[in-house]
T-cell receptor, first 107, second 116 residues
Framework: TQLLEQSPQFLSIQEGENLTVYCNSS?????LQWYRQEPGEGPVLLVT?????EVKKLKRLTFQFGDARKDSSLHITAAQPGDTGLYLC???????FGAGTRLTVKP | DTGVSQDPRHKITKRGQNVTFRCDPI?????LYWYRQTLGQGPEFLTY????????KSRLLSDRFSAERPKGSFSTLEIQRTEQGDSAMYLC??????????????FGAGTRLSVL
């Protein structure tokens, strides 16, 4: 089992601020997935990163996969209250999730 | 297709009772997964099916838990003799299992179980 550690566990910021959350492992992944989960709902896939060093952008969200394919980051620019949620990373190889970063964006 | 459906959305039961949850995956998705999620944690993998075959079970899955997918379509997760520690959100997901999208999982809204 490939353990995924996410940091920070909680993050509370003001609208308009930038933030970065991290997903780290000692294992190499063929690909990593990022999901967002809102209260009372299942996770929704945001992106899959496959190639080491890959950068993917989804509007104000920028995802990066580490060169060694052991870690990934999610950067949000100019956060909005609608970005509030639990951000989860998961290894596509074994369907294991990290514990997530719970983000709160205050208006 | 409206996505992955789970039923019921909420279940309250007394300790010692048996409960069964149902998951209807996206049509034509070969893979179906069950997860358990407790407050403040990410989903914990329980088991998954490729068509009707149960290919992997987590060590978290005690003997009181059993999952089936008899015809390779919907699946059921049964918990026997429920304990208070079983209280959690039970999530189901499906994926095509084929091609580039094979590992992209689509989740249902979950069944929230409360054991009193």
């Amino acid at each position: 089992t490939q353990l995924l550690e996410q940091s920070p566990q909680f993050l509370s910021i003001q609208e308009g601020e930038n933030l970065t959350v991290y997903c780290n492992s000692s294992s190499v992944f063929s690909s990593l997935q990022w999901y967002r989960q809102e209260p009372g709902e299942g996770p929704v896939l945001l992106v899959t990163v496959v190639t080491g060093g890959e950068v993917k952008k989804l509007k104000r969200l920028t995802f990066q996969f580490g060169d060694a394919r052991k870690d990934s980051s999610l950067h949000i620019t100019a956060a909005q209250p609608g970005d509030t949620g639990l951000y989860l990373c998961a290894g596509a190889d074994d369907m294991r999730f990290g514990a997530g970063t719970r983000l709160t964006v205050k208006p | 297709d409206t996505g992955v459906s789970q039923d019921p959305r909420h279940k309250i039961t007394k300790r010692g009772q048996n409960v069964t949850f149902r998951c209807d995956p996206i049509s034509e998705h070969n893979r179906l997964y069950w997860y358990r999620q407790t407050l403040g944690q990410g989903p914990e993998f329980l088991t998954y099916f490729q068509n009707e075959a149960q290919l992997e079970k987590s060590r978290l899955l005690s003997d009181r838990f059993s999952a089936e997918r008899p015809k390779g379509s919907f699946s059921t997760l049964e918990i026997q003799r429920t304990e208070q520690g079983d209280s959690a959100m039970y999530l189901c997901a499906s994926s095509s299992g084929e091609g580039r999208a094979k590992n992209i999982q689509y989740f249902g809204a979950g069944t929230r179980l409360s054991v009193l």
